[in-house]
């Protein structure tokens, strides 16, 4: 039901900036938490950031904290911006993004979310 295009990955030295971009497209004009996650090679994958339908709630990993800032600026997109990017960064970065009923309400967990985009590659240089 949910379509989900990720954008903006690339390659970056260390200290260097991107920004990540997401659009979900569905027409049943549901309220969805949006969110990252990424999975480096051999790791598990783990959560990033996620950001409530309204915008107002957001949660950024403590590994990313400081440096990664997730926006809502519209219901159907979402932004990660990531600075000060390190080697340890490098992963591929995934949108996405799950209903919910409640405009401030944030998921955390995988399994909550039900839509996943394909994935954008993340490479950090050093």
Known sequence: QVQLIESGGGLVQ???????SCVL????????VM?????APGK???IVAAASWSGDTT????????RF???RVDTKSTYLE???LEPEDTAVYYCTAGSVSSGSYVYRQAADFG????????????
């Open 14 to 20: 260390a200290g260097g900036s991107l920004r990540l």
């Open 25 to 32: 497209s569905e027409r049943t004009g549901r309220r969805y």
């Open 35 to 39: 969110g990252w996650f990424r999975q």
């Open 44 to 46: 598990e994958r783990e």
């Open 59 to 66: 949660y950024v990993a403590d590994s990313v904290k400081g």
């Open 69 to 71: 800032t997730i926006s």
């Open 82 to 84: 990531m600075n000060s």
């Open 115 to 126: 839509s996943w985009g394909q994935g954008t590659q993340v490479t950090v240089s050093s």
